[in-house]
């Protein structure tokens, strides 16, 4: 079935502002002049309105984005998303107010709005392996994610608010501004990204890739501040301002034409920054990212004690997630993938005799003895078991306790021969396998690779009772 989109509601809200605009099209095709009565008091009200379209008349060519994991796996989006055809067909209102008192003081409001079409239907994705990288995981293959229809399908947002004043001290001319507005000091024509222009002003990219004829105060972001100026004479100015507030210059949106990269923004997952999100051979979907909120344990950083606050240890006594284990097909291209372009070690493997095919293999980045691990699965994108670290065995014993309690499925309470560890694995309400884990190996940069042969699967995998429980051969989520 075709998920409906998350904000087709404000889509049907979509078609009055179409008839808005075009209204305002025809009465206010340049600035007019508001009669306020009172000779001391201008008011122009300026409404621009510019429909503009653009096609695409070449196909897709696979040498410039390859629908497959390769190097273009998280910038072919903006590329695979569009056919031959229209890639916009858009509607824009600029609408600028202007109040003046006596010449010499007055505000300003502005505001902007546009609808596109093409990012209101569904797009040309053809949703095959690594072709809607991005998309997956919020929205179908084939339709554009939230983020990108709002700011390429339908918005409407303010632009300057702020209040002037000119004032003549000693003889001399001093302007003084505040609110949101955008400045840029010096020769900023063709490269407003230069030079003290670029920090005083971001920029909206989408809109100056995406609207031809876009004016520069429609690119420039303003930003809330107050600025001076003072002409002390026909040579000399001399300037100052202070920032309230910081803008991110605006990139075309994940998955639009003129995309750069399929990359999930900051604030999108909570907590995490930026993120890279791709698949690899195995089906699975991985994130990369470097900003991670840390929310601590309340013990601070200063003598912080050994004892969290009072609820911070709860239920197994977890002290932090260990390591995943995922199973697919392809797994020797994702073991390259970890050890070539990720740098993971092959710390143990399982193979089906001394020298022939892997069929278990566990990479480290860390000191843990393993941080991932992959099997062999006929199946894409399968799941196998997380696992959890606890500090202590007697922890181990407590955790198994709970289990006991609370009638938690334990498939097997064991020992591993892979990692030497203290093991319980589990099953949770949702049917997914957990394992708690205590102990193992420490793993150094010239720690060597252990290797476990299948006529040893007994003592690899538990290697206590030396049985392997058929459900933990089988069953996967
Ligand atoms: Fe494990």
Redesign the pocket.
């Known amino acids: 079935m075709k998920k409906r989109p998350c904000n087709s509601v404000s889509r049907r809200g979509a078609v009055p502002f179409i008839a808005a605009a075009a209204v305002v099209a025809s009465g206010a095709a340049s600035a007019f002049q508001i009669d306020t009565g009172n000779p001391d008091v201008r008011m122009t009200w300026d409404n621009t309105v510019k429909y503009s379209a653009g096609w695409r008349v070449r196909g897709v060519n696979s040498e410039v984005a390859d629908n497959s994991i390769g190097p273009q796996a998280n910038t072919n989006d903006g590329d695979l998303n569009f056919d031959r055809g229209l890639i916009s067909n858009r509607l824009d209102l600029l609408s600028e107010l202007d109040v003046r008192f006596k010449r010499n003081m007055g505000f300003r409001l502005s505001g902007a709005a546009w609808y596109d079409q093409v990012y209101n239907e569904s797009n040309d994705n053809p949703g095959a392996l690594g072709g809607a990288l991005v998309n997956q995981r919020s929205a179908p293959y084939n339709e554009f994610t939230r983020a990108t229809k709002q700011l390429h399908g339908r918005k409407a947002e303010f632009l300057d608010a702020f209040v002037y004043g000119n004032l003549a001290p000693s003889g001399m001319n001093l302007n003084l501004k505040a609110g949101r507005f955008t400045q840029l000091y010096g020769e900023s024509l063709f490269f407003g990204s230069n030079g003290i222009a670029g920090a005083q002003t971001p920029l909206d990219l989408a809109r100056a890739l995406s609207v031809p004829n876009s004016q520069f105060k429609e690119v420039a972001r303003p930003v809330g501040q107050i600025s001076g100026q003072l002409q002390i004479n026909a040579d000399v100015t001399l300037g100052a301002y202070y920032q309230m507030e910081w803008r991110k210059s605006r990139l075309p949106a994940a998955g639009s034409y003129f995309s750069f990269a399929d990359f999930v923004d900051a604030g999108v997952y909570p907590k995490s920054g930026r993120r890279l999100r791709f698949r690899i051979p195995t089906g699975h979907e991985m994130h990369l990212y470097a900003e991670k909120t840390q929310v601590g344990n309340t013990l601070g950083e200063v003598n912080p004690g050994t004892l969290p606050d009072e609820g911070v240890i709860r239920g197994m006594r977890i002290y932090g997630l260990d390591?995943v284990?995922i199973v697919g097909p392809n797994m020797a291209d994702a073991a390259r993938l970890f050890a070539e372009v990720f740098e993971f070690d092959l710390a143990e493997e399982l193979v089906d005799q001394l020298g022939g095919n892997q069929i278990l293999t566990f990479f480290s980045c860390s000191s843990r003895a393993h941080d991932i691990?992959f099997g062999v699965h006929p199946e894409a994108g399968r799941f196998h078991?997380v696992?959890f670290r606890l500090n202590s065995t007697e922890d181990h014993v407590y955790a198994g306790d709970l289990m006991g309690k609370y009638g938690i499925p334990i498939e097997q309470n064991d020992r591993h021969g892979i990692t030497a560890v203290k093991?319980i694995y589990f099953f949770d309400p949702s049917g997914n396998r957990n394992?708690i884990?205590v102990g193992g190996h420490t793993r150094y940069p010239d720690s060597p690779k252990l290797t476990w042969t299948m006529d040893h699967l007994g003592l690899a995998a538990f290697s206590q009772s030396l049985h392997v429980p058929e459900s933990f051969l089988g069953v996967t989520t």
């Open positions: 390591h284990f691990a078991h696992s093991t394992e884990f």
